[in-house]
């Protein structure tokens, strides 16, 4: 079960090497090409200090001079991720949609058709093409966190490859009003370190993700007010009980499922219960 905001993903399956190799075949300047590959070692190293870094929270105190690629300028590093990794016709492209896989990392909603530089290549050129600084996005996530850092740990994203459990932390709350609406917020329980807690609402609110969500669950709502009202429900604890049994299996699957944080706050709220007793 994940209790994760926003929500860990399975790590990268490709490593550093076989992707500079990959964008090495198609770089059609021999210096930079020579130079790339004789950098190896430095990218394989900096990936894994990279992931040391990222491990410790301590990705806002990296440096572009820390990370840079012998031979490589910063600004070559920049055009090889355009070129030669996502470029369709590139022999990086296979490892390009290796990478871009699955949900958008930070909303789990939209179905991930970009990578987003954790830490963005305008700031690291020399981590534009490392595997594990990039994170398979959305296209309207990408465009709120372009090229955004801050070296300030309190500032910063948590890194979807790296974060930890920490338990239930999104939550609903129903709007009385017709038709019936739900808002969503970011509450990390008190066992939360303070700063983690306030960096996940920050996260959330940063992502617009409570107007996402909220978007998300009205044709929800729109098809339980048919079902609830057809199933003519006798008492409060029967349309209680139904909501709670569909939260506890979207629950079972992720600790902070939408559906099932939808499904606990309609089930908790007498209003909104009552409104079904036949
Ligand atoms: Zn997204």
Same mark, same amino acid.
């Given at each position: 079960?994940?209790?994760?905001?926003?929500?860990?993903?399975?790590?990268?399956?490709?490593?550093?090497?076989?992707?500079?190799?990959?964008?090495?075949? +198609?770089?059609?300047?021999?210096?930079?090409?020579?130079?790339?590959?004789?950098?190896?070692?430095?990218?394989?190293?900096?990936?894994?200090?990279?992931?040391?870094?990222?491990?410790?929270?301590?990705?806002?105190?990296?440096?572009?001079?820390?990370?840079?690629?012998?031979?490589?300028?910063?600004?070559?590093?920049?055009?090889?991720?355009?070129?030669?990794?996502?470029?369709?016709?590139?022999?990086?492209?296979?490892?390009?949609?290796?990478?871009?896989?699955?949900?958008?990392?930070?909303?789990?909603?939209?179905?991930?058709?970009?990578?987003?530089?954790?830490?963005?290549?305008?700031?690291?050129?020399?981590?534009?093409?490392?595997?594990?600084?990039?994170?398979?996005?959305?296209?309207?996530?990408?465009?709120?966190?372009?090229?955004?850092?801050?070296?300030?740990?309190?500032?910063?994203?948590?890194?979807?490859?790296?974060?930890?459990?920490?338990?239930?932390?999104?939550?609903?709350?129903?709007?009385?009003?017709?038709?019936?609406?739900?808002?969503?917020?970011?509450?990390?329980?008190?066992?939360?370190?303070?700063?983690?807690?306030?960096?996940?609402?920050?996260?959330?609110?940063?992502?617009?993700?409570?107007?996402?969500?909220?978007?998300?669950?009205?044709?929800?709502?729109?098809?339980?007010?048919?079902?609830?009202?057809?199933?003519?429900?006798?008492?409060?604890?029967?349309?209680?009980?139904?909501?709670?049994?569909?939260?506890?299996?979207?629950?079972?699957?992720?600790?902070?499922?939408?559906?099932?944080?939808?499904?606990?706050?309609?089930? +908790?709220?007498?209003?909104?219960?009552?409104?079904?007793?036949?």
């Amino acid at each position: 079960m994940s209790g994760t905001i926003v929500w860990s993903i399975d790590p990268p399956t490709v490593t550093a090497g076989q992707t500079a190799k990959a964008c090495a075949r +198609s770089i059609g300047d021999p210096a930079i090409k020579q130079a790339l590959r004789d950098a190896l070692p430095h990218l394989i190293e900096h990936s894994t200090a990279f992931q040391a870094s990222a491990a410790a929270d301590r990705l806002h105190e990296l440096t572009s001079e820390a990370y840079r690629v012998p031979g490589v300028t910063d600004a070559e590093m920049r055009g090889i991720y355009t070129r030669n990794l996502v470029r369709v016709s590139s022999p990086g492209r296979k490892i390009y949609e290796k990478l871009v896989r699955g949900l958008c990392a930070y909303c789990q909603h939209a179905p991930a058709t970009t990578l987003d530089h954790f830490i963005p290549k305008a700031e690291i050129g020399g981590l534009s093409i490392e595997p594990w600084n990039l994170v398979p996005c959305c296209p309207a996530c990408n465009h709120i966190l372009r090229d955004e850092w801050s070296c300030e740990a309190s500032e910063q994203m948590l890194h979807p490859y790296f974060i930890g459990d920490v338990g239930r932390w999104l939550y609903a709350k129903v709007l009385h009003e017709e038709p019936p609406a739900v808002t969503f917020t970011a509450d990390p329980g008190p066992s939360v370190d303070p700063e983690l807690a306030s960096r996940i609402r920050r996260q959330f609110t940063h992502l617009k993700l409570s107007k996402m969500f909220s978007e998300i669950c009205a044709p929800d709502l729109s098809m339980l007010e048919v079902q609830l009202t057809a199933r003519r429900f006798q008492n409060r604890a029967d349309i209680a009980g139904y909501l709670n049994e569909v939260a506890e299996a979207a629950f079972a699957v992720n600790g902070n499922a939408r559906r099932g944080v939808l499904h606990d706050a309609l089930a +908790s709220d007498d209003w909104y219960v009552g409104r079904f007793v036949a």
